[in-house]
């Protein structure tokens, strides 16, 4: 049966999810949810995912939500090559160790610099404070020291010496604020080292098409913005950036 995946690939859990997907040749039917437009707000897709977040997962009458739920549970379904997800005690809690990490770290800082310099500016119709931009970048740089220093150390991926979700889930995230002007990878060889390895691994045009729309996001113009969800679009930002 074809799982049906409620994704928008401005957002980065619905990158790692499409690209894992697409990479392990899953059969998915893509159901695009514009978060820009408030898609996700709507009751059609409360029935989905009454969380009102993207990615979403529909297998018959079974719903998921959630990123690395999702990703968990396509990978044990269709059974995907182990290195996703190691068998090895040890590796396994490797990766493990990343994903329990990265939500209040690389994911929570990537997005603040991206919306601070991509998306809010657009929904209050003047730029950020300087000073915002600026604490998010130091949260930035501080958490991607971390990552190189505690996650990454001098191994080619997160868990050894192959691909796991964990690379996967790290490189959408850390992607996300270049698509905002900065580049994370400059003055970083160590990190652009295993950038490069990524995307050899999941393949150069999976991963260019997976952030394509990513790439895109700048030129989004207020006039496209639905006025009925605007300022509770705005809202929402505002909160997530305390």
């Known amino acids: ?94 990766v493990d160790e990343y994903l329990s990490w990265q939500h209040m770290a690389t994911r929570m800082c990537g997005t603040k610099l991206y919306l601070a310099k991509a998306l809010l500016p657009l929904f209050l119709g003047h730029p950020v404070p300087p000073e915002k931009i600026e604490e998010a970048l130091e949260s930035l740089k501080e958490t991607l020291k971390l990552f190189e220093e505690k996650f990454l150390q001098d191994r080619p991926f997160i868990a050894g010496t192959e691909i796991s979700l964990a690379d996967l889930v790290a490189i959408v995230e850390i ?18 080292a295993w950038r490069s390895r990524v995307e050899e691994a999941v393949g150069k045009d999976l991963f260019t ?32 950036m305390k």
């Open 175 to 192: 992607m996300q604020p270049v698509s905002a002007g900065y580049d994370v990878f400059e003055g970083r060889p160590k990190l652009a």
């Open 1 to 94: 049966m074809v799982v049906e995946l409620y994704l928008d690939l401005l957002s980065q859990p619905c990158r790692s999810v499409f690209i894992f997907a697409k990479k392990n040749n899953i059969p998915f039917e893509f159901k695009h949810v514009a978060l820009i437009q408030g898609q996700n707000r709507t009751k059609e897709f409360g029935k989905v995912n009454l969380l009102g977040k993207v990615p979403a997962l529909k297998d018959g009458d079974f719903t998921l939500a959630e990123s690395i739920a999702i990703l968990l549970y396509l990978a044990r379904k269709f059974k995907t090559p182990d290195h996703w997800y190691p068998s090895d005690l040890q590796k396994r809690a490797r």
């Open 209 to 240: 098409e997976a952030h394509r729309e990513l790439s895109k996001a700048k030129d989004v113009t207020e006039d496209q913005l639905p006025p009925e969800m605007r300022e509770q679009i705005k809202q929402h930002l505002l909160k997530y």
